[in-house]
């Protein structure tokens, strides 16, 4: 293993990829046995390994720093040749799935892969070859101008997590302020986001009328796996949301109001979770590591040998800088079996948040990686990877006293309220991208009136204060995962259902909570969502009642708590 700043990137040889896929699809035609398809399976499996650490690393540093021009060129390269690959890595899917030893495959591996492997015939093809790079280039060309995008506050050169940090203020002229300038700068960048947009909408929707898709969503569910439910599934989940999380919610909203002695809750206040501030951590970025480092060595073997391999290798980028992508995520170099947590500290406790939730990713791509010899069954589909992630938010709740101090109660409640408010927001994002596919030919004012239509259904107390540019429904634009992951967002809402589901078990047994839990994170993506939920001994949260069951206990606690 290397540390992370002196992993060398090397362009991935091109040529020696193609020659290795043509060479497996054949064998995979011609195979004799189960034992010389399996090898070459496995040959080449490595081979991508190897090509998908350097692309990992590559996008790692772009993301890093989106003005350094060399890996911003690579990375249009790497869309080209990963691009042109499509036509042969197809040949080779269809090889295996015809292949005469499929059923071994599945004997000795699970069905899963070969479901994997069977949407991606129906989700690829040369026929989108072009539309597919030009995809990256837009998703790109989002990221780097929203990095990019800066204003001036109280003397400040601010970018938007900059800003966020005195949207906590207790000064609610400053909060107001900084809110406004928050406003503007979307407001400034809107025509081109909006013309990104707009190009990546007619894109996708083109996509799928090549590949025979009735819809791009039918396109975007398959894409993601979304073998188990359907679109009205996922509206019935949201109608769930509706009914019992969004009265939870406005209550919540309304003892804030009370509590910070404003007539009514703007926006601007709905981040100040208490009158004499939110609770910040304490220490620098590097005390708050090694705070977390001795968390997981306290929290459990597994966790403690993870941690201290993130340490050691340095495998976490956590500082704001100019021309940093915004936002937090956590990816995996698989040559070196090492997952790497990417994030923007702004002071505030979303960075303990970070050192929780990646931290809950990487774990169980720690684990995976080191267990699951199929590298596509590692990690799963996003409504249970999230589940790692949001539930270790839970099972950190005991050493918050070390990050939090006297505070730390404080923590815990406003973590507990902002866990639960953002469901609806979230619901908000999926009903909008819904209906963004649904009408692709809408104009960006139409979206915003959509957009500002479904927030007031799902989220009745969000007021902005009169700022034409959202009350018009200009906020959808600062959620990234609209732009960069389509129909990537009501995954965390589902997630935390059962993230709130193991948070009840840990108040009467933290044992069998974490054995739960860590049999989840071991499973990776063997199985289809529904069977992993069995595996997690975790309710499906489509079924009606549900999503009562999992939050009730929340509400609960926070009318003790708030």
Not at 229 to 258: G, L
Not at 445 to 464: A, S, T
Request: net charge negative.
């Amino acid at each position: 293993m290397i540390d992370f700043r002196q992993m060398p990137y090397k362009r991935p040889d091109m040529e020696a990829m193609k020659r290795c896929i043509e060479e497996t699809t054949a064998v995979m035609q011609n195979a004799k046995t189960y034992q010389e398809a399996r090898a070459a399976f496995f040959a080449l499996q490595e081979q991508e390994q190897q090509a998908a650490t350097m692309m990992s690393l590559c996008s790692v540093r772009n993301t890093i720093d989106t003005t350094d021009e060399y890996y911003d060129g690579e990375m249009k390269w790497l869309r080209e040749q990963n691009a042109a690959l499509i036509p042969l890595r197809k040949k080779y899917r269809e090889a295996l799935a015809a292949c005469a030893f499929r059923a071994d495959f599945e004997a000795e591996f699970g069905s899963q892969m070969f479901k994997i492997i069977d949407a991606s015939l129906k989700t690829t093809d040369e026929k989108i070859i072009q539309d597919t790079i030009r995809e990256g280039e837009l998703r790109q060309a989002y990221q780097k101008d929203s990095a990019m995008a800066m204003t001036e506050f109280r003397g400040e050169r601010c970018n938007f997590y900059g800003l966020l940090k005195h949207m906590e203020s207790t000064d609610r002229q400053e909060r107001k302020e900084a809110f406004e300038a928050w406003a503007r700068l979307y407001e400034q960048i809107s025509p081109k986001l909006d013309q990104q947009y707009d190009e990546l909408v007619q894109l996708r929707v083109g996509m799928a009328k090549k590949l025979g898709f009735k819809s791009y969503t039918d396109l975007a569910y398959l894409d993601r796996h979304r073998f188990d439910y359907t679109q009205e599934d996922a509206a019935n989940f949201r109608a769930q949301i509706r009914d019992v999380i969004t009265p939870a919610v406005a209550e919540i909203r309304e003892k804030q109001r009370q509590r910070l002695g404003v007539d009514k809750l703007r926006y601007y206040d709905e981040a100040l979770i208490f009158p004499e501030g939110n609770a910040d951590p304490i220490g620098n970025m590097e005390e708050l590591v090694k705070k977390a480092q001795k968390m997981y060595r306290e929290m459990s073997p597994e966790t403690g040998e993870f941690f201290d391999f993130m340490v050691d290798y340095h495998l976490f980028d956590l500082e704001t800088r100019p021309g940093k992508r915004m936002g937090g995520y956590m990816t995996r170099f698989p040559g070196y079996k090492a997952p790497f947590i990417f994030s923007n500290f702004n002071g505030t406790s979303a960075d303990v948040d970070v050192l929780t939730h990646e931290a809950g990713h990487a774990f169980q791509g720690y684990l995976a990686m080191r267990s699951i010899p199929i590298s596509m069954l590692s990690g799963s589909t996003s409504e249970i990877n999230e589940i790692h992630s949001m539930t270790m938010e839970h099972f950190a709740y005991p050493w918050m006293d070390s990050f939090f101090g006297e505070r730390s109660e404080q923590y815990l409640t406003a973590h507990l309220i902002g866990a639960l408010a953002v469901i609806p927001y979230m619901a908000c994002v999926d009903e909008f991208q819904h209906r963004v596919y649904a009408e692709p030919d809408m104009t960006a004012l139409e979206r915003r009136r959509v957009w500002r239509e479904i927030e007031k259904v799902y989220m009745p107390w969000r007021d902005y204060d009169g700022q034409p540019f959202l009350e018009e429904g200009g906020f959808w634009m600062q959620k990234q995962h609209i732009f960069l992951y389509p129909f990537y967002y009501i995954d965390y809402a589902l997630a935390q259902m059962c993230a709130f589901q193991y948070y009840s078990l840990m108040k009467t047994d933290r044992k069998a909570a974490w054995e739960n839990y860590l049999r989840l994170c071991r499973a990776g993506g063997t199985k289809g969502y529904f069977d992993l939920l069995k595996v997690g001994d975790l309710l499906n949260p489509f079924h009606d009642g549900t999503v009562e069951k999992s939050v009730r206990h929340v509400i609960d606690e926070l009318k003790e708590r708030y």
